[in-house]
């Protein structure tokens, strides 16, 4: 036999032979969400939980089955391999999208947590991270009567596929690891409690700086944050007029900011356009003059906006971003410095500007 006929069939052989370690999915257990919580005890600070889908035939609401594993562990990652010995299947994060942190850990500090998503390689950086109140443990254990898959029902809450509140913030891990490092913006996250023992309400922020979480936004004011910072449409505003309640849906939103100076002080200048249509209005408003409305609906909404920002200011966290800006208006080693001794003294000015459109399909 020639030598180049036995490299030949040497080679053919080889390519028969198993070329990787992959498992096969019946030999898996898909990781759908990861609650960190802060543990009771010192030695093992952290205690995760582990949301495994179970496979199912069936595919109606109430139907998806899953199965939860917790441990205390002095580390993340000692705790994710300590937990393999849990289960007869292959941990896999590949699908896993929701990472929920714990209101107490989420107080003292998130940067190990955070330095563990990062580093790992199977973690999704589209994945969506919050804060679990008061725990993540027990949000993790609520099983939503309309559920058709395992973990769905957080997934829709934050993806675009399911509901789309403007009282939600959305935050991914790549977003909040950028934030998180960032001079000049500092990170924020959704919070999540319990509404009974059957669904989920996402409805605060909570606002935090390079380790911790610093403040807690109202209903309200996540609200008008994402009405600020992300311009959200399918929002609301409500008001006041001749002591007559109004509410008006907003249409179209666009608001900027820019940094200056008015007599020797630094400000910043927030210029918010918004045209709106009414929503709830007494009858008869058709006929009505709207400009005074619209005056008394820029005057609340102006003041809403300042007491947010400096609400914001107080807690020494800056979500938006003008740091970033003056970074990036004044170059130089120094810009950081400086803007760390402005912003905590600087003037907000807000400007704006509500078109009222119409008053719905009725007059």
Not at 26 to 37: E, N, P, S, T
Request: neutral net charge; charged residues 25%; glycine residues 6%.
């Amino acid at each position: 036999m020639s030598i180049t006929l036995r490299v030949f069939l040497l080679i053919l052989s080889l390519g028969l032979l198993g070329g990787c370690g992959f498992k096969d999915i019946d030999k898996r257990f898909f990781v759908v969400a990861l609650g960190i919580d802060a543990s009771d005890n010192e030695k093992k600070p952290y205690r995760l939980s582990l949301l495994l889908a179970v496979p199912s035939p069936k595919i109606e609401p109430g139907a998806s089955k899953t199965q939860i594993e917790t441990i205390d562990t002095e580390t993340v990652a000692e705790g994710i391999r300590m937990l393999k010995s849990y289960v007869d299947k292959e941990l896999d994060f590949g699908h896993c999208k929701v990472f929920l942190i714990g209101e107490k850990i989420a107080r003292q500090s998130y940067t190990e947590i955070l330095q563990w998503m990062s580093r790992r390689r199977d973690i999704q950086s589209v994945a969506d991270i919050a804060i679990g109140k008061p725990d993540a443990e027990s949000l993790l254990k609520i099983k939503p009567v309309s559920e058709r898959y395992p973990g769905n029902t957080l997934f829709l809450s934050f993806g675009a596929d399911g509901t789309e509140s403007s009282y939600t913030y959305v935050e991914t891990l790549s977003d909040f690891a950028r934030r998180a490092s960032e001079e000049g913006l500092d990170p924020l996250m959704p919070v999540i409690t319990k509404d009974g023992k059957k669904s989920f309400v996402i409805n605060r922020t909570a606002l935090l700086d390079k380790t911790k979480v610093k403040l807690m936004l109202s209903p309200a004011e996540s609200q008008l944050y994402n009405q600020l910072a992300e311009d959200f449409t399918k929002s609301s505003m409500h008001g006041m007029f001749e002591g007559l309640d109004l509410v008006v849906a907003i249409t179209d939103m666009h608001s900027s900011f820019r940094l200056g100076k008015q007599n020797g002080q630094d400000t910043i200048t927030l210029d918010v356009k918004i045209r709106v249509v009414f929503e709830e209005a007494p009858k008869g408003i058709y006929e009505d003059q709207w400009q005074p409305i619209e005056q008394n609906l820029n005057k609340e909404y102006t003041k809403s906006c300042l007491a947010l920002l400096q609400k914001i200011q107080k807690a020494n966290v800056d979500p938006i971003g003008f740091g970033l800006r003056y970074r990036a208006t004044h170059p130089g080693k120094e810009a950081w410095q400086r803007w760390q001794s402005i912003y905590p003294n600087v003037k907000f000015i807000v400007n704006t500007n509500i078109k009222i459109e119409g008053t719905g399909i009725i007059k």
